[in-house]
């Protein structure tokens, strides 16, 4: 699966899906993504209320999370190598891990959906069963068996990274 590189980046940095979007500018489009993926099918949801954030050289972000961002420079900054280092849409992440790959960091807002937004949307206290948008994709992430496969440590943080 690895097309970009030889080996892979020694620093994948990405984001839980729901993340990787702009949400057409809009702010309150932003909290669906603690909606149950019940309210509306995920092809409706991921083309037309979040799609992607575009990309570059095969899945390198264009945009992505401040912190995410902050990271990154963070890393530059005491001494990481460029070439070292990649952003990346988690959708293309296959592409930038391989055997050279040490770390993949992942940025979640609330990667259990159990944050505030999403409680109030689902589970015992919410209007609608089913598991949010954004701890669906999480999960999906941090559970695809390839992110595994050289025996990167999986690093995860942000704002529900508690």
Known sequence: ML???AGGFKIVLTAERCLM????????LG???????????????FRFICPSAPTYDGGKAKLAPYGTRKIEAALLAYGFLRED??????DKIRKFIGPETK????????????????????GE??????EPYDAWKFRELVTDPYLKRWGAKIVVGGPGAW
């Open 3 to 5: 097309t970009v590189g």
């Open 21 to 28: 979007s702009d949400y057409h500018g809009s702010l309150f």
């Open 31 to 45: 909290f669906c993504a603690c909606a149950p993926k019940t309210m509306w099918h995920p092809f409706f949801y």
């Open 85 to 90: 280092i990649v952003v990346v849409h988690p």
């Open 103 to 122: 770390v993949i960091g992942i940025t979640s807002n609330d990667p259990l959906g159990r944050g505030p937004a999403s409680t109030t949307f689902t």
């Open 125 to 130: 206290t919410g209007f609608f069963d089913g």
